[in-house]
């Protein structure tokens, strides 16, 4: 059961990125009227703005893209935190339970280490690739 769970979990976790990456890439499109500054000229009634605001080197985009999935990542290690809090509290001293919250904790505290280790990375890479 626990690796049904693990998998759909991590299922859900590469559906998320996969969207998240996909969607920025799309909003990244440029469009083939658009100005000097990065903004679409208004046509009547219709303007339409540039949704990424002042992004105007791929270095700056990748951050922006990493920059989503760090937090979504970040949220989904706090959403794991309060799962194995829960379970551990609500074990009622079942200790099949309390090992379950305590491994949902220690995992969570490894991927939280993981996700802090591979974001100092990137930024130290990114910001060398920009100067």
């Known amino acids: 059961m626990n690796k049904k769970i693990l998998s759909r979990i991590g299922l859900l976790f590469f559906s998320l990125i996969f969207v998240v990456v996909t969607f920025q890439s799309a909003l990244a499109q440029p469009s083939g009227n658009s100005n000097a500054d990065g903004s679409t000229p208004c046509n009547g009634d219709t303007c339409l703005q540039n949704p990424l605001g002042a992004i105007d080197t ?27 809090g829960l379970t551990w509290m609500t074990s009622s001293g079942n200790q099949e339970k309390i090992q379950k919250g305590r491994d949902i904790l220690v995992w969570s505290a490894i991927g939280l280490f993981v996700i802090f280790s591979s974001y100092a990375l990137v930024r130290v890479v990114l910001t060398t690739i920009v100067t």
């Open 58 to 84: 791929p270095t700056k985009l990748i951050g922006k893209v990493l920059n989503s999935v760090f937090g979504i990542v970040g949220s989904l290690a706090l959403v794991m935190f309060v799962y194995g």
